[in-house]
């Protein structure tokens, strides 16, 4: 992706909130079932609460239980990066905003099998929401 947004720490802090920040700048997880989005219903586009790309879309969106907002796919493959994140001694894929760098979540391979198997656990702090018109 070409749009990449660099920004130093004290802009990020100034642009997010203190919650917003933890999670997206720091790789922090808020708790489950906490989130804004995890129950949303509404149609429209998720979007990094970091810098606006849209990541996904209320179509991919499914219910999972986990407590986290869950989508089967990204809107756009490039809008998201994946790396290797061994963290709390786990291997897991951390997903992040390809623009910003953002850490929104993990993917697992325990989503729904008729729409590829992968669970993109997101959280609502790293999200906006852009309702359909």
């Keep these: 992706m070409s749009n990449k947004v660099h920004k130093a720490d004290a802009e990020w802090r100034k642009q ?7 999670v997206l700048r720091e790789k922090g997880t808020e708790a489950p079932f ?9 149609q429209g586009d998720y979007v990094c609460a970091g810098c606006g790309t849209v990541l996904f879309t209320s179509e991919q969106k499914f219910d999972s239980g986990c407590g986290w907002p869950s989508f089967t796919k990204p809107v756009v493959d490039a809008h998201v990066a994946e790396q290797t994140d061994t963290s709390h001694g786990r ?3 951390e997903v992040l905003c390809s623009s ?10 325990d989503g729904p ?11 609502s702090a790293a999200l906006g929401f852009k309702k359909s018109k």
């Design 113 to 123: 099998q008729e729409a590829g198997g992968l669970r993109y656990c997101i959280n």
């Design 16 to 22: 997010l909130t203190p919650e917003q920040y933890r």
């Design 100 to 109: 910003c760098q953002g850490h929104l979540g993990h993917v697992f391979t």
């Design 34 to 42: 906490t989130g804004e989005y995890t129950s949303n219903k509404a």
């Design 91 to 93: 291997i897991r894929t």
